[in-house]
């Protein structure tokens, strides 16, 4: 590698490690903290109205056969612990 080569690539390690540090720097305080948030924000791509109502239908189905499932091995296996109990009192 030639110096000139060797001085530009440090150079450009010392601009991106500053560009961090004055980033890094203006989300320390409030404002710059808060512009970040905004930023961020803006780029978050929202669900349409038809998402999120299949989506919100998928999760309470899901949900409602978990809890069965669960309701159901509670039960089950109270029942098993039960007779457990009989059998050994």
């Known amino acids: 590698m030639r110096v000139n080569e060797s001085w530009g690539l440090i150079q ?3 601009t991106e490690r500053t560009s961090k540090m004055y ?3 203006k989300e320390s ?3 710059g903290l808060i512009t970040t948030y905004r ?4 780029k978050i791509v929202w ?3 038809k998402e999120l109502v299949k989506h919100t239908g998928t999760v309470t189905a899901v949900s409602l056969i978990f809890g ?3 309701a159901i091995m509670d ?3 109270g029942a098993l612990l039960g007779q457990i109990v009989r ?3």
């Open 12 to 14: 450009t390690l010392k």
């Open 23 to 25: 980033d890094e720097k």
């Open 29 to 31: 305080t409030a404002g």
């Open 39 to 42: 930023a961020e924000f803006r």
């Open 47 to 49: 669900p349409t109205r």
């Open 68 to 70: 069965a499932y669960i």
């Open 75 to 77: 039960g089950a296996f």
């Open 87 to 89: 059998f050994i009192s």
